[in-house]
C-alpha cells in the first residue's frame, strides 16, 4: 500500500512561491496517477492538478498557469510549484494517489496524503 506525506507548505507573502512535495512510501508510484487537491476553511475540497504516469498534466482553469505539477519518479515524489500566491490560494493541500487513472475530482483516488497547510497573506 501506498503511503503519502506532504511537505513544504508554510505561511508567505502575498506575490511569494512556494513548492509543495508528496513523498511516497510503500510502493513506486511510477504507473500511478497523482492529483494536488486544496480546501479552503468552511469550503469543499478542490481540484488543482494532476500528473499520469505518462506525465500529461491537468489544471483548474482557475489558477491562471500559476501552478505546475510535476514528478520525480526515480524520488518517488510529486511535487506542486505555486508561484504569484494570493490569500485566496490558502488552504491546506493534499495529495492524492491512484494506481488506475488520473481525474480531477476527490472520487478518482483512493489514497490520500494528510495534507499541509498553506497560508498566504496580503
Known amino acids: 500500500q501506498v503511503q503519502l506525506v506532504e511537505s513544504g507548505g508554510g505561511r508567505v507573502q502575498a506575490g511569494d512561491s512556494l513548492r509543495l512535495s508528496c513523498a511516497a512510501s510503500g510502493r513506486t508510484i511510477s504507473i500511478y496517477g497523482m492529483g494536488w487537491f486544496r480546501q479552503a476553511p468552511g469550503k469543499e475540497r478542490e481540484f488543482v492538478a494532476a500528473?499520469?504516469?505518462?506525465?500529461?498534466?491537468y489544471y483548474a482553469d482557475s489558477l491562471s498557469g500559476r501552478f505546475i505539477i510535476f514528478r520525480d519518479n526515480a524520488k518517488n515524489t510529486v511535487y506542486l510549484q505555486m508561484i504569484s500566491l494570493k490569500p485566496e490560494d490558502t488552504a491546506v493541500y493534499y495529495c492524492?494517489?491512484?494506481?488506475?487513472?488520473?481525474?480531477?475530482?476527490?472520487?478518482?483516488?483512493?489514497?490520500w496524503g494528510q495534507g499541509t497547510q498553506v497560508t498566504v497573506s496580503s
Open positions: 492524492a494517489a491512484d494506481q488506475l487513472r488520473v481525474g480531477t475530482t476527490s472520487n478518482d483516488y483512493d489514497i
Open positions: 500528473i499520469s504516469s505518462e506525465e500529461n498534466t
